[in-house]
């Protein structure tokens, strides 16, 4: 991860992955990821389009390595107990996917128990929802986290969606640009008739029900709020 987000969410920084370099405060001349990358490209910066990374300036020379800033600081974090973090991370099966529902601010330890849940508890090749109604905070290792997820999911022919997402973790994730692989949806069942293909990203048509597992989708979602 070389676009490492502000505590608040508003503002980001761009750090090379290999000598620790760091652009700072570059939301509000820049904007975006997009616009900033683009920018820092032209001088000299290079790695992948998304803000995850890795990244490395100009000054580096040499191959980067695949572990940026934050998933180094995961494995040093690896022999430190998540047991605490686990238990406000809920994980429900359905036959065709997995939600992943997540509560409270998303901090470093919380990110490395939501990985470790991932890679245990979510099959390879099926779809993954991130119910994040209940999340209040996330950093950049959240996006980590994500982005692998995304990454593993497409290996698989299968997909991730965001739902729930609260305004300021919406607008950290397209501040980031991150939007682009993180669909994102108002409404839990909107995510899963996506997931299962029934609708489109974005549409605001509702998708046919007709081959949704309505008690499935339910037992996913939950009650409503306040119920």
């Known amino acids: 991860m070389t676009a490492l987000l502000s ?6 920084t761009l750090a090379c992955d290999r000598c620790g370099q760091m652009v700072t405060g570059l939301a509000p001349s820049m904007g975006t990821w997009d616009v900033a990358w683009s920018l820092f490209g032209q001088d000299g910066w290079r790695g992948a389009d998304l803000a995850t990374g890795p ?13 940026g800033m934050v998933e180094q600081a995961f494995d040093r974090q690896a022999d430190v107990p998540v047991g605490r973090a686990l238990r406000r991370i809920v994980l429900h099966r359905l036959p065709d996917l997995v939600v992943v ?27 993954v929802l991130f119910d994040f109604t ?3 905070s996330v950093d950049s290792g959240t996006f980590a986290v994500l982005v692998n997820a995304h990454r593993r999911a497409v290996a ?22 991150l939007h682009r692989v993180l669909p994102m949806f108002d409404d839990q069942r909107d995510a899963i008739r996506w ?32 119920s």
């Not at 597992?213 to 037992?219: E, Q």
């Open 156 to 177: 698989h022919q299968a997909r991730i969606a965001v739902a729930g997402a609260r305004p300021a973790v919406r607008a950290a994730i397209e501040l980031l640009c």
């Open 7 to 12: 505590r608040d969410g508003k503002n980001f």
């Open 101 to 127: 529902r997540p509560a409270g601010g998303l901090d470093l330890v919380a990110n490395v128990g939501l990985q470790e849940l991932l890679r245990t508890g979510a099959e390879p090749g099926g779809h």
């Open 195 to 226: 997931l299962r293909g029934e609708r489109r990203a974005g549409s605001h048509d509702q998708a046919p029900m007709s081959d949704v597992r309505s008690a499935d989708v339910d037992a996913a979602v939950g009650p409503p709020s306040g």
């Open 55 to 67: 990244h490395a300036c100009g000054r580096c020379d040499g191959q980067m390595d695949d572990a």
């Open 134 to 136: 209940r999340v209040t």
